[in-house]
């Protein structure tokens, strides 16, 4: 069998400003998920792939932020080496991977090489993947998934030949509609995409010396510096995935991510999920968390550590994070509630689901960041509320600085 390796773009923490408040004070990929981190679920995935020894994750954070994730990830999943390298600044989707070239191709020399982007929610389909992958003899795989043509130009646009896979013409968010089959990003890619990118590398390099708009340095992007060129080049092929995709981008959009995956765990796995009387499935609920027997919770609920939930609370589509009280009564509903954060009795924070398309200004799912305080009988309604807040009034709408 042929070695394997992984590689997941966790960017950093110039990224993910969509996330806010939430990144505040928790990076990106380390955000929880169904329970888990953001970046667990690539992983995890990955873990599974027959014949993989590694998975790098290749990001601008400290190497401190990362190194815990990275050491409980390493007890986890004891078959795969796990390691995090970090960029001495953003080099881009491709720049960091040419960067660390040496320690992705170091041996076991790696035949191929998945890669794939922190930021989305899917079932990472890494075996159909290479099957596709087999079949033809191009430099890499890229995973096209479908989208609705008035939101097509918002991604990577895939035009290709329905008969053989191959990719014709790629555009990274193209001025006009091209295709509604949008880059997924995840890819598989043979060893060979290190001479691409240094090829591309190259070409930057020329153009810099004839144009001094082009500033000469390592940052490279996967997309439009390596993608749009192999694409040119016939060298890429799509596999296109009918499983879910969605963007993680927006704190609503975690919301989303965190039913999708909370779904999949059911087959995944069942004994993440907790089963009860008064909970509706699928629900996550970390061991350290207290619920009264009479709250009820669900579908589509994940409770992080410590979080006490009062006699007769109510939480529905909802992610509660670490140290949080719900207390009797009090309802959650299409909401996050962050860390520390306390809804007193009867309150109520809640919102609309994420809409498929986002209406710019218009608030959906409510996001409350952490140490806030919501104290007894209050509403709040599709508000972002900023850290350390105490609410006493009624508010919609609104972001509450
Ligand atoms: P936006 O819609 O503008 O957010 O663009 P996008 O969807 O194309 O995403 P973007 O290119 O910013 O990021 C794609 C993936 O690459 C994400 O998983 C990011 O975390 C990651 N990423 C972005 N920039 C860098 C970088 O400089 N270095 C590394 N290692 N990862 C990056």
């Given at each position: 069998m042929s070695v394997t390796k992984g590689v997941i773009l966790v960017g950093g923490p110039s990224k993910g400003t969509r996330m806010r408040p939430l990144t505040l004070d928790c990076p990106k990929p380390l955000l929880p998920i169904a329970g888990k981190a953001m970046v667990w679920h690539p992983l995890a995935a990955l873990a599974q792939v027959p014949g993989l020894t590694e998975v790098l994750l290749v990001g601008f954070y400290e190497d401190s932020v990362m190194a815990p994730f990275v050491r409980e990830a390493q007890r986890e999943f004891p078959n795969i080496k796990i390691s995090y390298l970090p960029e001495y600044r953003s080099l881009g989707t491709a720049g960091g991977l040419y960067h660390f070239r040496d320690s992705i191709l170091r041996a076991p020399v790696p035949q191929h090489i998945f890669i794939c982007n922190i930021d989305i929610a899917t079932s990472f389909p890494f075996a159909e993947l290479l099957e596709v992958h087999n079949k033809h003899r191009g430099v890499g795989t890229i995973m096209g998934v479908p989208v609705k043509k008035e939101v097509a130009t918002r991604y990577g646009s895939i035009v290709h030949?329905?008969?053989?896979?191959?990719?014709l013409h790629y555009v990274e968010?193209?001025?006009?509609?091209?295709?509604?089959?949008?880059?997924?990003g995840v890819y598989l890619f043979d060893k060979a995409l290190f001479d691409e990118i240094k090829d591309a590398m190259d070409e930057k390099t020329a153009r810099a010396a004839e144009d001094p708009l082009v500033v000469l340095d390592e940052n490279l992007q996967l997309e439009q510096d390596v993608i749009e060129r192999l694409a040119a080049a016939k060298k890429l092929y799509v596999y296109e995935s009918k499983d879910f995709w969605r963007q993680i981008k927006t704190a609503a959009s975690a919301v989303t991510a965190n039913s999708l995956y909370l779904q999949r765990f059911e087959k995944t796995h069942p004994d993440l999920l907790t089963k009860g009387p008064n909970i509706t499935a699928p629900v996550y609920v970390h061991p350290t968390a207290t619920i009264d027997p009479s709250a009820k919770v669900g579908p589509n609920v994940a409770i992080g550590p410590h979080v006490f939930l009062g006699e007769g609370a109510r939480v529905v589509n909802a992610i509660i994070l670490d140290n949080s009280t719900i207390d009797k009564h009090a309802v959650v509903v299409n909401a996050i509630v962050g860390s520390n954060s306390t809804l007193g009795q009867w309150a109520r924070v809640d919102g609309e689901p994420e809409p498929e398309t986002e209406v710019k200004g218009k608030i959906s799912v409510s996001v409350l960041a952490s140490d806030v305080q919501v104290l007894p009988e209050t509403h709040v309604r599709s508000c972002i509320v900023l850290p350390n807040k105490s609410l006493s009034k009624n508010a919609a709408n609104q972001v509450l600085l």
């Open positions: 030949d329905p008969e053989t896979a191959q990719v968010k193209p001025q006009g509609w091209i295709s509604n089959t949008a880059n997924g």
